[in-house]
């Protein structure tokens, strides 16, 4: 190789041209943007809270009883008409665990048990139905008979007598019977309502004989003290 090509391969680069060395870009300088790295933070921190939330929802519940259909009350409780429900854990609900489904079953229920309702303590009785010195009359009642609003176990109502075929009422004392209602049916046959009332013993007989007249009313009282 000449000592022309040699000096020609050294001073090359070094001879090169300001305008050559002006067209090399430098590398970009990175800029942080505060603004977005705050957004991160936010946005990662709602996550974990969101996360946090999803797994306290599902891991705070307890699997307790319902009413699979409305249970009336006095009726026997059976196997069909109790689920298992999970439902979120509440201080102000105290409903029968998903263990005492074998001991619920079989019970009566002491008050009218609304399709998809919690089961209590309180939503069953040992007692039998009717209890020990009292008796339940079944009274079938017209429209105009009965209180146009739906009657529950456990309302207070009077059944009246009223006037028969000739205008006066009878003359026999009391005027009226004071009972609860234990449970309601419509007989499909008549239309009639049918309400199964408790009374005492003493005054099933007589108010028996005034509901079959038919010259009776029920009419539904507060059931405040």
């Not at 026997?76 to 665990?97: C, F, K, M, W």
């Not at 998809?116 to 209890?131: H, K």
């Not at 046959?189 to 099933?204: E, I, K, R």
């Amino acid at each position: 190789m000449s000592t022309t090509a040699r000096e020609a391969r050294r001073t090359g680069p070094r001879n090169a041209t300001p305008e050559a060395a002006a067209t090399i870009t430098p590398p970009p300088k990175l800029r942080r943007r505060p603004a977005l790295v705050v957004a991160a933070v936010i946005v990662t921190a709602l996550g974990c809270l969101i996360g946090a939330w999803a797994w306290s929802s599902t891991t705070n519940t307890q699997e307790v009883l319902a009413a699979r259909d409305t249970i009336h009350r006095g009726e026997v409780i059976d196997a069909e008409d109790v689920q298992r429900v999970r439902i979120n854990g509440d201080p102000a609900l105290s409903p029968l665990p998903a263990s005492e489904y074998e001991e619920i079953v079989g019970q009566r229920a002491a008050l009218d048990i609304a399709a998809g309702g919690l089961l209590t303590s309180e939503s069953t009785a040992d007692e039998p139905l009717p209890p020990r010195g009292q008796s339940i009359v079944g009274i079938s009642l017209t429209p105009a008979q009965v209180p146009g609003m739906a009657l529950y176990g456990g309302d207070k109502v009077r059944i009246i007598v009223t006037p028969g075929d000739n205008g006066e009422a009878p003359a026999s004392s009391p005027q009226f019977t004071v009972a609860e209602v234990v449970a309601t049916y419509v007989d499909e046959t008549t239309g009639n309502t049918v309400v199964n009332v408790l009374v005492p013993y003493a005054d099933a007989g007589v108010l028996a004989a005034r509901a079959a007249t038919g010259n009776v009313a029920l009419v539904l009282d507060s059931g405040a003290e």
